[in-house]
């Protein structure tokens, strides 16, 4: 069976949907098996 593959896209101007897509990736990242 092959890992789940996620990927975390997005556009930001500011910097705030970068934060938010950045905590999003460091979650994933924290779960085993991901």
């Not at 556009?11 to 934060?19: D, P, Q, V």
């Amino acid at each position: 069976m092959s890992s789940p593959y996620i990927l975390v896209l997005y556009y930001s101007l500011k910097g705030n949907t970068r934060a938010m897509a950045e905590a999003i990736a460091n979650g994933i990242e924290s779960v085993d098996g991901i």
